[in-house]
Each structure stands twice: as C-alpha cells, then as structure tokens.
C-alpha cells in the first residue's frame, strides 16, 4: 500500500449527488492508493452505484476528484478513460451479437490515435494469457457466453484501454455462486499486476478477501471503513454496516 504521506492514485473530497431533490450521495470523502484493491459495500439504494458514476461524470455531483493529485472533476467521461480509469458498469455492457476479440477491440477505443496497432495487439495477447477462457472463445459471439464468461469478457475489454484504475459495480450480479467466485480470481490477477481496483459489491464476504480497505456505505453516506483482517464473524461485519464501528 502507498505510504499515507504519498499522494493518492484517486481523492475525492465531498463528492455528492442528487437524482431530482433525492441526495442519493451525501459528501463522501475517500481515496485509493497505488495498487490498491478498495471495496464499497453496503445495501441496495445505499448510494453505492452512484459514487462510481460521480467518480466517471456520468450525473452531474459537487466535490472534488483528483487523479494523482490533478483535478479531473472537470473532466469528460471519454477523457476520464484516456487518463487511464476504466470502468465495468453493473450489467456488464458487452455488445452480445459481437464475438469476444472484437468486444475486446473495442475496449482500446481509448488508445487508437496515441499507439501503434502493434501495441494493441500485444495487450490482447496479454489478456489472452490472463484469462484463457476469451482466448479460447475470441471468435465466439459474445451473447452466447455463460454470465461469468461474459463478466470476464467485460474485465479484458476494460483491460484494452491499458488503465491504472479499474472502477467495477456489481460484477457478481446474478452470478452462481461458483461463477462469482470465478471472477474474484479474475479481479484478484488483475490486481496482482499493480492494476488499483474500486470495487462496488453486495457480497461483502467476496470482496473482503481481496480488499485491503474497504468503505461502507448506507442511505448515501459513508458510515464506516473496515479493515479486512479484522473482521470475524458476520455479526461483526453487521456492526460495520450498522455504523456501530468506524
């Protein structure tokens, strides 16, 4: 983890948001160092969907977003993705009549007019050897792989933007549980490269085995920050979400 001193890889301060005269977001300060695997949870409607879609532009917010220390609270969502955050919504968005290699293309969009094809095509390689399974699938249509395999679809076309900092909402939604678990694997190699990760997921359990920090947050508000290792039990953990400990 980046030493406290160092400057964050992303900082927010009083980030908000509204949906009409709903506060979906109340100010919400928190940051992610370098390499980094931080975890949001809390419960449906708790505001979690929402920071991440504060942090990329996509609703209007008040506060400050900083990446590695510079403002990008101005910033457009495409540019945000030139900067090097990626971001898999919940849903996963993959394009279903599309095979897996030209999902994974369009994930480079980002990167066309500032690297060679070249480039690109070695970081499709790189994903290939990362998970296996789009290698094997790359000139199947998307919409015919199982749920997990279409989550990992969503993981490798972030990837082809090359980011620092992977933002992802729900990638267990509606997932078995073995699949679910799947994907975790998948998220905890990507971290394992240095790739710093804002995890926004129901399933506290799975996210608090890679986590190094995690936030959670209930009716918008941030409530609590746990660290992993400390946590026991269950009903240690409903303390948490219950802003009992902090």
Known sequence: MTPASATPLLAIEALSARYGHVEALKPTTLSIAEGEFVAVLGPNGAGKSTLLKAIMRLIPSRGSIALRGRSISDRRSDELAVQGIAFVPEGRGILGPMTVRENLDLGAYARWRRRARCEIERSRDSIFTLFPVLSERQKQVAGSLSGGEQQILALGRAMM???????????????????????????????????????????APLALKLATRAHVLRGGRLVSTIDPRAVTSREELARYYLGLVH
């Open 161 to 203: 933007a090359a980011p620092t900092l992977l933002l992802l909402d729900e990638p267990s939604l509606g997932l078995a549980p073995r699949m679910a678990a799947e994907v975790f694997q998948a998220l905890e190699k990507l971290n394992l490269t240095g790739l710093s990760i804002l995890l926004v997921e129901q399933k």
